[in-house]
Structure formats: C-alpha cells, structure tokens
C-alpha cells in the first residue's frame, strides 16, 4: 500500500472538522445552518471517504482558537472548514482567531473567496476571510449564509451550467495532497478537482 514520506496511509478517510460560530446558535436561540450546509455539499462533492467533527461556538476568540486546535491536534483533523464571524463587527473574530492558531498563512484562499461573492453582492468586500495551515492541516473561513457557502466552494455558473468563476475547493485536493494530508478526490460534475498531471495518483485496487 502506498503510504506517504512519513509513513500515514494517503489513502485512509479525509477528517473534516466542521465549525459554526455563531452566539444565537451556540445558545440554542435558533437552530444552525452553517454545518448542515457544509455537510450537505461535501456529501455531494467528495467522492472519496470522509468523515467529520463538528463544533458549534459562540463568537469569542478564545472557544473560537480552543475549538480550532482541538479539531486539528486532537481530533486529527486534515481539513477545517469554519462559517460565520467574518464580518468587520466587533464580534467578528473568527479570522483573529484563525491567524492565532495558524503556522503558515495561505492568503490566496482568501483573495478567491472575496473575488466570488463580488460577483453576487458589492459587499463582498467588507469579508474578512482567510485560510491558514496549522501542522498538516488546511483551515478555511467560510462564508454565513448557506447560499454563500456553497457558492465560495464551488464556483459560478451560467444557467446551462458553465463554470464561470472557479470555487475554493478545486485547490483544496492538491493543497491537501501537499502537506501531507490523505489523497481525495470528487465529483467533477460539482467540483472537479485540480492537479498537475505528476500529481494524479490511482486508486488502490
């Protein structure tokens, strides 16, 4: 079985942690959309094995940055994907929080995520996301609204369906394959993952 420098199975189920922030949900005022909105599409997209961890927290820096490190150093997450808290309010602080716990910064997530949501709001932006590495895993910012979160991972696309502005997770795969994380793949009808031909590996019969 191929196994990657370190020795991990590139090919075991991708750990996704999932994070709502959010003080009305974390407090049980109103029922959370964030991560049945994230399941929902990764269901859809990735083709691979998955499986996932959810955190639901209020909109504090300090449960934002526990909630984080837990996902990744405990949980062993690969992939974290966060919604809500990207504002410029002062409760906002869910990029703070990000860049606190992070090793290295990965600012083109977040120059492609404002670049999308221009094309539905000029208020895009006012976002703050951003994307960072914490050990061998991948954070991402996401948007609030369920729309929103579908439309920043994967892309605009005319009435007949033509991808017009590419989404996040295209590069998610490779990043992921990059820094050491397992080997996934996805619905290329919804998503199509891209890699540089040296980088496509086969499935394990």
């Known amino acids: 079985m191929t196994k990657t420098d370190e020795g991990n199975d590139i090919f075991r189920p991708l750990r996704v942690g999932l ?95 404002r670049a999308i949501s221009l094309n539905f709001v000029p208020t895009a932006i006012l976002s703050r996301q951003v994307a960072v590495i914490r050990g061998k895993a991948l954070i991402v910012n996401l948007p609030g609204q369920p729309k929103s979160i579908r439309e920043t991972l994967e892309g605009l696309r005319d009435e007949q369906g033509k991808l017009l502005v590419g989404g996040i997770f295209a590069a998610v795969p490779y990043c992921l394959d990059l820094i050491g994380a397992p080997y996934i793949e996805t619905d290329p009808a ?5 890699r540089p031909k040296a980088a496509i590996r086969p499935r394990p019969a």
Not at 56 to 74: G, K
């Open 19 to 113: 994070v709502s922030i959010s003080d009305r949900a974390s407090s049980g005022q109103y029922q959370d959309q964030g991560i049945p909105s994230m399941v929902q599409w990764l269901q859809q997209t990735i083709s691979t094995p998955w499986q996932q961890e959810s955190r639901l927290v209020a909109d504090e820096q300090p449960d934002i940055e526990a909630a984080l490190i837990d996902l990744v150093d405990r949980a062993g997450c690969d992939l974290v994907l966060t919604t809500g808290g990207t504002g410029p309010a002062p409760r906002d602080v869910t990029p703070e929080a990000t860049v606190a716990v992070a090793h290295r910064l990965m600012p083109g997530f977040g120059e492609q995520m």
């Open 190 to 194: 919804i998503c199509k993952a891209f």
